[in-house]
């Protein structure tokens, strides 16, 4: 059952921007739902699901690697570069993933994602007061 862009937002811990901007990106799928005299896209649950454990993936992955890794650190997998702890873009990806679970995540998931972040030297506040 398709939901609503500000329902799938709620999920994820974003704002609208940022599910229009994983929209843009193929992320997260649309249908049009028409109800009496309206058309409204909707996120399909099956997009949503799948980007909710691609986040689950990158932070299991991030957790096992070490900064003498020659894997990008935000669990993508792919090769860095001599020297280079991310991927262009990647830093914030991280951030983006530690935040959802402090946020979003249970007790273990939280206790995860804050030694993820200080394993990374990430603040924590600023990462909080910051918008998405």
Known sequence: MPISKSEAGARLGVKQPSIDHLIK?????????????????????????????????????????????????????????????????????????????LINGNSLDHQLAVSLAMSRNINIHALLTRGF
């Open 25 to 101: 990106q193929g992320r997260l799928d649309v249908v049009s739902v028409t109800t009496s005299h309206t058309v409204k896209d909707k996120v399909t649950e099956k997009s949503l699901y799948t980007e909710l454990a691609e986040r689950h993936r990158l932070f299991g992955n991030a957790l096992s690697l070490t900064d003498d890794s020659e894997q990008c650190l935000c669990g993508c997998g792919a090769k860095t570069n001599q020297g280079k702890y991310y991927l262009a873009g990647h830093d914030q990806k991280l951030e983006g993933i530690i935040k959802f679970f």
